[in-house]
């Protein structure tokens, strides 16, 4: 079987499954561009029998893809809910913004590079929302200038939220056949 995922998930993923789990990590990000997620997912599945993807339903036809592949993916619309289960949503309230961590890494390459927004579009396109919350696995440290970097290109409060991978592990178990 192989296995298959955005890079949003791997510190999470090695983990809960240790860096044995042989994955082929695509780059975060490729979510804001269907023609780019679904060129990557074509050559990384290519070929293959039985796929096991971290990926939520983040290209519109990632199921087809999969099932020609006999692949099966997280049961999530995206990776915050692959983290977070409906009740932990609520709690953070319905004007939030929620982050992972790969995506405080990430952001300049998803919101800057992917998709193309200088500072105004940031602030544009966060300006909706009360506050941006980084959820805390408690895996590593928060990186405080990045959320800072974060906050200076949104100017949408930004505050950490601590978090656990419980619904995640399960999630991950669900993929990996291991109910």
Not at 128 to 147: M, R, S
Not at 153 to 177: C, H, I, K
Request: glycine share 10%.
């Amino acid at each position: 079987m192989k296995v298959l995922g955005c890079s949003i998930f791997r510190k999470e993923i090695e983990h809960l499954r240790g860096k044995d789990l042989a994955v082929a990590w695509l780059p975060a990000g490729l979510h804001v561009s269907d023609e780019r997620l679904g060129a990557a997912l074509g050559q990384a599945l290519a070929g293959e029998e039985e796929v096991a993807c971290f990926y939520g339903a983040c290209h519109p036809d990632m199921n087809l893809l999969l099932a020609d592949h006999g692949g099966r993916r997280l049961q999530a619309r995206n990776c915050v809910e692959a983290f977070l289960d409906p009740v932990e949503m609520a709690r953070l309230g319905e004007r939030v913004f929620v982050m992972t961590p790969g995506w405080l890494r990430e952001w300049r390459n998803i919101f800057i590079e992917g998709l193309g927004w200088d500072e105004i579009d940031g602030r544009i396109n966060f300006g909706g929302y009360d506050k941006i919350v980084v959820l805390d696995f408690g895996l590593e440290p928060i990186d405080e200038l990045a959320v800072l970097e974060f906050y200076d290109y949104t100017q949408t409060p930004v505050e950490t939220f601590p978090a656990s991978l419980d619904n995640f592990r399960m999630r991950v178990e669900e993929v990996l056949g291991e109910e």
